[in-house]
């Protein structure tokens, strides 16, 4: 903290290489300083330099930043028929985040509440399903809508003959 009239004239810090100035913030006795820093877990040390020609004493703070979304993808346990229709599928959203690593994975289907897990569609019918990923920094990725088609129910064979029996059962 300067005294009197002494100013702080900027602030230095050192992340493990080379000293470099934080900010300059143009004299003044308090100062805020903002610093980039990119994605990762980093220490930074940090001490101010005064008029006075004097620096106080260094100051350490650790960061853990990360600022990328977490990939995301969706998987059916089955594979359609030739006509795209599924009998029956479950859905898995799949993730990786290599920096704070994955909170959840989730499984939206029709518009309807995120689910956890895999979500089962064993009822007839057209799902639009979409996948949602976060990470533990709170970055979170939505994966592209799929469309499922299922049909659970056999079809019905019906035989009808083209004339009556011509005598007896025959």
Known sequence: DPLGSHVIT??????????FALC???D???????????DGQRTLNFWAHSSKGDTSEMSSVGLSVDSTNPTGSLTVSETPNAAGWYRGATVTANG???????AGRWVQ??????????????TSGIYTVNGVVRDNAGNQIATAPMTLNVDTVAPIVTVIPD????GGSW
């Open 109 to 122: 289907v029709n518009g309807g509440a995120q689910q956890a897990g895999p979500v089962s569609l064993y």
């Open 96 to 102: 990786s985040d290599s920096l704070s690593g994955v």
């Open 24 to 26: 300059d913030p143009a």
């Open 10 to 19: 900027w602030i230095e810090g050192n992340q493990g290489g080379s000293d």
């Open 28 to 38: 003044a006795k308090s100062v805020n300083c903002a610093w980039g820093v990119g």
């Open 163 to 166: 004339r009556a029996p011509d």
